[in-house]
């Protein structure tokens, strides 16, 4: 069988391996598992913290454990679920070992291997790429952390890189029930930093809404709990309004004394005060705003 033809059978349902055992491997490992695809091997760093993480995902997929010089290599797809930093460190310590075994007349398999970056290219999978492997980056728009076990229903994947790999993961995706969607490689760092907005960014203001809750004697724990109605009602508000209609407060009736008020609480919480009046100039930007002239000048000093 030609390289392109077992690449085009392999294509449909994958074997895979993952390389690192961190938040998105753990949850991937086990979705790809559940949806019926084989997890051949677990590919980690050699020390026994690393080791010790993947044992425990390699058991749960029932996965060999292994690391870049020990790797059978057996399955189909390669999928770097390595932090931004380490991609192109793992891929080319693969390369090298792709590239031994194919010199000692060892069967090699991979035909795609694929990261999961959402500001880096499927570049950092070059090593690979010139060894003959169809490369891509596959970004899922979702959070993944120890203790939560989101629906990957409906969640977007931004995709790039070459056709062959992002056919195959797009199959992939669609088997776990998300939506790939194509991203120029160009695009990829403003896309990820509206991405970081999208969450990480949501939580820090949402850690300085406790801080700014410490002003008016709540705990963190008594904000969040107080805060969560309002916040998720917000929420739904946006999805179904849109954000101009969704818009209540201070800034949509122009009440500047009343903006004053909490500019001057806020004082001596300096953390809170910043992100409140960034904030509130982008109201000023995007929202329908009144007062428009009383609250900028206020917003300016
Ligand atoms: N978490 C998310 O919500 C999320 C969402 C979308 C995309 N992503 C992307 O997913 C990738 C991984 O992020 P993460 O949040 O899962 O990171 P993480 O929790 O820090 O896990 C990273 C894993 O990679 C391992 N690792 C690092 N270098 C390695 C190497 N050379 N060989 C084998 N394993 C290696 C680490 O193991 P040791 O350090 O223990 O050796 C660790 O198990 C990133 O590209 C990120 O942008 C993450």
């Known amino acids: 069988m030609t390289r392109n033809l077992m690449a085009e059978k392999t294509a449909r349902k994958p074997t895979v391996a993952i390389v ?9 490992a086990v979705a790809l598992h559940g949806a019926g695809f084989t997890i051949t091997e677990i590919v980690t760093r050699d020390s026994p913290r690393s080791r010790r993480q993947a044992r425990a995902l390699a058991a749960k997929v029932g996965a060999q454990l292994v690391t870049a010089d020990s790797a059978a290599l057996h399955a189909t797809l390669l999928w770097f679920c390595v932090p931004d930093r380490d991609i192109r460190v793992a891929a080319s310590a693969l390369a090298v070992h792709l590239a031994a075994r ?23 999978l070059d090593p690979l790429r010139k060894a003959g492997v169809a490369v891509a980056s596959v970004h899922p728009l979702m959070t993944f952390v120890a203790g939560a076990h989101p629906s990957l229903t409906g969640v977007p994947f931004a ?7 992002t056919r195959v993961a797009s199959r992939i995706v669609r088997h776990l029930g998300g939506e790939s969607f194509s991203l120029p490689a160009a695009r990829k760092p403003a896309y990820h930093a509206w991405a970081t907005l999208t969450s990480p960014l949501l939580l820090a203001f949402l850690v300085t809404l406790e801080e700014a809750a410490r002003a008016a004697g709540l705990t963190p724990q008594g ?20 954000p101009s209609r969704s818009f209540s407060g201070p800034l949509v009736r122009g009440d500047a004394e009343t903006v004053a008020k909490h500019l001057a609480v806020l004082k ?10 960034a904030l509130a100039r982008a109201a000023l930007r995007g929202l329908p705003v009144k007062n428009r002239n009383g609250l900028s000048r206020l917003l300016r000093g």
């Open 20 to 28: 690192g055992a961190g938040s998105l491997a753990t949850f991937l």
């Open 102 to 124: 194919a010199a000692a007349h060892k069967k090699n398999k991979i035909c795609f291997a694929l990261h999961s970056s959402g500001a880096l290219s499927s570049r950092e």
């Open 159 to 165: 995709m790039e890189g070459d056709h062959a790999a």
């Open 223 to 242: 904000a969040r709990r107080k805060s969560l109605p309002i916040i998720q009602q917000t929420l739904a508000n946006y999805s179904h309004l849109g």
């Open 268 to 277: 001596k919480h300096p953390g809170a005060r910043e992100v409140y009046v």
